[in-house]
């Protein structure tokens, strides 16, 4: 016999929402991804507001000046991005190249315990007799989204107004637009890895063990993915595999290919969350 | 009667492990029902399976009508888990409110309600406290107190006096005898003598099956018994005792160590003499008692069933 479990009520979804992100802010799991968040970004801002962007626009010299953060960004700069500090200003560009590369890092920390730590503690037994497991796996999901990408609007926000403190010829409307552009871009880039995370906290009645375990599998997909693109580049539906295949694509800013990102993003979505739900709703609490 | 819970058939099992076994049954509105057993009986599998927390491998289940989850019992069924903790870090009213304006209250009457049922467990006091901060027994108040959000018309404790005081186990001992009227409880414990002082009937689970679902007072009849607590062990040819009162029908002696006597009788015009003469037969042996019960305890006769 199925339970009827799949019904879906506004009401109960925004009340769990509102609960999901008040335990997340007050919680120690959430406030450990704050500190973590916070700590990075003010890092980023305090090297950035020395003016490092725009040498990559001029010349891609890198100053000596914040050494630390050239290196990092030569780790993870691709020669075609130069176009985004040409185009855009620098210092938001350069925000927006790191946050796309760190985000697996940061999204996979933070979305970790969206139902987890409920399912091992038995709190979702006070919560399943007044609403549906489909309201709480879209609640917890909604909830970890907007803790991430509120998270990513605040230092989008600090970014675009230090990048509008320094940046040459740069004009406010440039950075409202460019920096919606971002904030879309990031909102569509991070979902599939919340919805990956919304698979593991289903799958494990445990946050620390959900993100331990959502790191590692997504590392060693992406190392998997990496070396099957080096070995036979002929293969290129294995990079397929994982929501990272579609940073180039948001890195264009290209309305055309950020579209396909945002297909594709969708696509991963639907995979990942729906395994998910699979899990939740067939799962004992 | 209005039928409340029906399964039929109902099995689950935890790998190669059937915890419950084809159970068949039916609870009236009503009806307060104890559901007793030996730890691992299956008792809050069963009670898991009816809140939807659990998926039964086999069987159906009917509870108030419809599946269990169902967005309509939202606000009618209630239970008192016995092992789910609350979110660690949101205040105790906070979290009161929210499952009150889950059940539908609005925001404003979320916080009337929850102080209301913080009330009725006496914890009003700790509205403003964090889980973490209370002890286990007042968080178990806290859990019951949940249970008494709304107007349920079923509620499902597990355990609801294991581990309080005695005061606090009076309270909600009292608090159920309160409400019985108009809600139906099926209650879970290992306390017996709650199930005898707060249930009609009793439910009966051994290694997974439903061996008994009786009446309690058919069991526990107040006529033609006496049951005896003794200060010694019991001679071995007890009856022998009684072999001069005619009424007499038959004695039943507890187990080694039990030190348990239980004499039936026919009922006469004069049952209070005839209680007399049993009571002098065992002054002539010299067998002192520490307690006499009219009737059959139901603790007694759990023991004789479920073994």
Known sequence: MSISNSSLRVRQVVILIKQDIQRTLQGPHGQLFLIFFALFWFWFLWQSSGGIAQSFSASGNQSNEAWLLSWVFSLLFDGDQRVLFVEHPATLSLYYVIAISTMPVFVLLAASNQTASDIGSKYLRFIIPRCTRMEIYIARFVGASIIVNGSYLLITIAAAILSGAIDPDTTWSSLISYGLQITLSILFYSLPFVAIMALCSASIGSASLSALTGTSVYSIITLSVSFIAFRWPDVEIAGYLVPSVTKPLHLSLNFAELSQAGVLSLVFVLFFAGLGWRTFSKRDI | ?307
């Open chain 2, 1 to 307: 009667m209005t039928l409340i819970i029906r399964t039929s058939n109902l099995s689950k099992s935890f790998a190669e492990k059937k915890v419950l076994k084809n159970i068949s049954l039916n609870i009236n509105k009503g009806a307060s029902v104890g559901l007793v057993g030996h730890n691992g009986a299956g008792k809050t599998t069963l009670f898991s399976l009816l809140c939807g927390y659990l998926q039964p491998n086999s069987g159906e289940i009917e509870i108030l009508g419809t599946a269990p989850a169902s967005p309509s019992l939202s606000g009618r069924l209630s239970i008192l888990p016995q092992d789910a903790s609350f979110v660690a870090g949101i205040k105790v009213g906070k979290q009161l409110t929210m499952l009150a304006e889950l059940q539908g209250f609005s925001s404003k009457d979320a916080v009337t309600e929850a102080r209301r049922v913080l009330e009725i467990v006496s914890l009003s006091k700790e509205w403003g406290q964090l889980p973490e901060k209370l002890s286990h027994g007042m968080l178990k108040r806290i859990a019951i107190a949940q249970a008494f959000i709304g107007e349920p018309e079923l509620v499902l404790l597990d355990e609801p006096t294991a581990g309080l005081d005695p005061e606090s186990a009076k309270r909600i001992r009292d608090l159920v005898r309160k409400k019985q009227h108009e809600i139906t409880f099926v209650i879970s414990s290992h306390n017996l003598e709650d199930i005898e002082d707060l249930c009609q009937e009793i439910l009966i689970l051994k290694s997974g099956q439903l061996t008994h679902h009786e009446n309690i007072a058919n069991l526990t009849a107040r006529e033609n018994v006496l049951t005896f607590k003794m200060e010694q062990e019991l001679p071995k040819n007890v009856e022998n005792l009684f072999s001069e009162i005619p009424l007499i029908t038959s004695v039943k002696k507890g187990k080694d160590g039990e030190r348990k006597l239980v004499v039936y009788f026919q009922s006469s015009d004069n049952d209070a003499l005839l209680e007399i003469d049993i009571l002098k037969c065992l002054a002539a042996a010299n067998l002192r008692y520490r307690e006499m019960v009219r009737g059959e305890r139901l603790a007694d006769k759990v023991l004789d069933m479920s073994h």
